[in-house]
């Protein structure tokens, strides 16, 4: 506190200031606290010490309570902002996982279309050399075609397990904009 006051029940109340007490202070620190106590005589508009003191604590509370109401502002949007940050970036996997699947498909109907025509020569050609080719040539497709039709299964179990992420992120943000309210 800027001030001490002596009680005393013989003696009359005595206000003696810091600055007074302390000979080595500065004039700048003395002038600002007669400053500061001059405003909150102004202020109060009474002397009475219980006002003060309540209107000091008051204001201290007031002011404690608006560095705790920031503080927990800024933690909440940064909180925001990070789950903001994780549902974008399983945005753009989720792009990302989609143009592979149609470049996926793609290739599986190219790779059926050679098939089928390599089956309909066969039925054609009639030649040794090319049966073993055709033969060959099925064998290698059917396998690419087996292994063309486990990626696209994968890649459609990473597309739901993408969208239930997408789904969890958007419940979380919701969470948290109703807990911010």
């Not at 109060?44 to 006002?51: F, M």
């Not at 940050?85 to 753009?92: F, G, N």
């Given at each position: 506190m800027?001030?001490?006051?002596?009680?005393?029940?013989?003696?009359?109340?005595?206000?003696?200031?810091?600055?007074?007490?302390?000979p080595?202070?500065?004039?700048?620190?003395?002038k600002?606290?007669?400053?500061?106590?001059?405003?909150?005589?102004?202020?109060?508009?009474s002397?009475?010490?219980?006002?003060?003191?309540?209107?000091?604590?008051?204001?201290?509370?007031?002011?404690?309570?608006?560095r705790?109401?920031?503080?927990?502002?800024?933690?909440?949007?940064s909180?925001?902002?990070?789950?903001?940050?994780?549902?974008e970036?399983?945005?753009?996997?989720?792009?990302?996982?989609?143009?592979?699947l149609?470049?996926?498909?793609q290739?599986?109907?190219?790779?059926q279309?050679?098939?089928?025509?390599?089956?309909?020569?066969?039925?054609?050609?009639?030649?040794?050399?090319?049966?073993?080719t055709?033969?060959?040539?099925?064998?290698?497709?059917k396998?690419?075609?087996?292994?063309?039709?486990?990626?696209?299964?994968?890649?459609?179990?990473?597309?739901?397990?993408?969208?239930r992420?997408?789904?969890?992120?958007?419940?979380?943000?919701?969470?948290?904009?109703?807990?911010?309210?």
């Amino acid at each position: 506190m800027s001030s001490l006051l002596s009680h005393n029940k013989d003696q009359p109340r005595i206000r003696k200031s810091l600055s007074d007490s302390s000979p080595t202070s500065s004039t700048a620190t003395t002038k600002s606290l007669r400053h500061e106590r001059l405003s909150r005589l102004s202020s109060s508009g009474s002397s009475d010490v219980n006002d003060k003191s309540t209107n000091h604590a008051e204001s201290y509370f007031l002011r404690r309570e608006n560095r705790l109401s920031a503080k927990k502002r800024a933690e909440e949007e940064s909180a925001n902002s990070d789950y903001k940050k994780m549902y974008e970036k399983a945005l753009a996997t989720n792009q990302r996982l989609k143009s592979k699947l149609e470049t996926s498909k793609q290739e599986l109907a190219v790779i059926q279309d050679q098939l089928q025509r390599a089956q309909k020569g066969k039925a054609e050609d009639c030649g040794f050399n090319m049966l073993e080719t055709e033969k060959k040539e099925s064998w290698s497709l059917k396998k690419r075609i087996s292994d063309m039709e486990e990626q696209l299964k994968v890649k459609q179990e990473l597309k739901m397990e993408n969208q239930r992420l997408k789904d969890e992120n958007g419940a979380l943000i919701r969470v948290i904009s109703k807990l911010s309210k």
